[in-house]
């Protein structure tokens, strides 16, 4: 509505009902992509707006502890029985988790965590790469 004078009657916004039927398919879209969770998180919700934002704080906070994990894991690992190759490609794949949800691991961090889960066996070789920086790339190892 567009606010009246004082002594006239509200009038009716003319782009409203333009608006509306817009905003209408918009939320049919989102409805439409959704799965039965998420759904049940938009309950109550009547435009695209409120919508949207319940799902970006619902996903947000769920993005933040995925991070946390997947550093864990990154900081946590250890080569254990694997290939190297095997390593590697682990070490990679968190680091590309990582980077999906905007929260990339420097080069030189990657290569510090490989470098930390080698264990014994490798320790030669780690404090060798250590006592003559720079760092490698992880790309180089």
């Known amino acids: 509505m567009i606010p009246a004078a004082d002594d006239a009657t509200a009038v009716p916004n003319p782009d409203y009902l333009q608006w509306f039927q817009r905003d209408q398919l918009v939320v049919s879209y989102l409805v439409a992509k959704m799965t039965e969770p998420m759904l049940s998180l938009i309950v ?61 691991v420097s080069s030189n961090d990657l290569v510090t965590a490989v470098l930390r889960g080698l264990g014994s066996n490798y320790a030669m070789i780690v404090t060798a790469i250590l006592n003559f920086p720079p760092l490698p790339r992880f790309e180089d190892l």
């Open 44 to 104: 109550g919700k009547s435009s695209a707006l409120e919508m949207w934002l319940c799902l970006k704080d619902n996903f947000s906070q769920q993005s933040v502890a995925n991070a946390a994990n997947i550093r864990f894991q990154l900081m946590d690992m250890s080569k254990g029985t694997k290939s190297i190759s095997a390593y590697l490609q682990h070490a990679k794949s968190l680091s590309d988790s990582l980077a999906a949800i905007y929260e990339p």
